[in-house]
């Protein structure tokens, strides 16, 4: 029962992750732009509902549920699974989703942050767009780390 409740946290979780990653840099930011000053009402109303708090909450219960199942398959890193094709694999797709991770939490979510509280204190306007733009380009990084390690885990038992 454990294993099947960890995969579904892992799984649903990473899922919801991974689309809010993708969608936002390549879909949602760009509109927000084109919309000109009411995108401010939509980035808004998206903090307002809690995304950046969310975002984070899906990323650590992914991540805590994909160690823990890595512990229990590869019985508590045993160095022959890990060295084993599948077991690299899915160690490499659980790095590159922490790196995934600590870039959405030390620069995404504070540049962000940051911007909204600019825009909302009507300060510096210039300084929230660069913000903006810093998370952005951040946030492909992000995207792009979290397909590679979906692809990772999604081939691992093939190899």
């Known amino acids: 029962m454990l294993i099947i409740t960890l995969r579904l946290i892992h799984i649903v979780f990473g899922a919801m992750w991974i689309g809010f990653a993708a969608f936002g840099p390549m879909f949602l930011?760009?509109?927000?732009?084109?919309?000109?000053?009411?995108?401010?009402k939509v980035m808004q109303g998206l903090m307002r509902r809690g995304l950046m708090t969310v975002?984070?909450?899906?990323?650590?219960s992914t991540l805590i549920s994909g160690f823990w199942l890595y512990w229990i398959v590869s019985s508590g890193m045993d160095a022959a699974y890990m060295r084993s094709r599948m077991g690299m694999?899915?160690?490499?797709?659980?790095?590159?989703?922490?790196?995934a991770f600590l870039l959405g939490v030390m620069i995404v979510?504070?540049?962000?942050?940051?911007?909204?509280?600019?825009?909302?204190?009507?300060?510096?306007?210039?300084?929230?767009?660069?913000l903006r733009?810093?998370?952005?380009?951040?946030?492909?990084?992000?995207?792009?780390f979290l397909?590679?390690?979906?692809?990772?885990?999604a081939i691992a038992r093939y190899l």
């Open 109 to 130: 979510r504070p540049s962000m942050l940051k911007s909204a509280q600019l825009m909302q204190s009507g300060g510096d306007k210039a300084e929230a767009q660069r």
């Open 147 to 153: 397909i590679l390690a979906v692809s990772a885990m």
């Open 29 to 40: 930011m760009p509109a927000i732009q084109d919309a000109g000053p009411d995108g401010g």
């Open 133 to 144: 733009e810093r998370a952005g380009t951040t946030n492909r990084v992000v995207a792009m």
């Open 89 to 99: 694999a899915l160690g490499t797709g659980g790095t590159l989703a922490t790196v």
């Open 55 to 60: 975002m984070p909450i899906l990323a650590i």
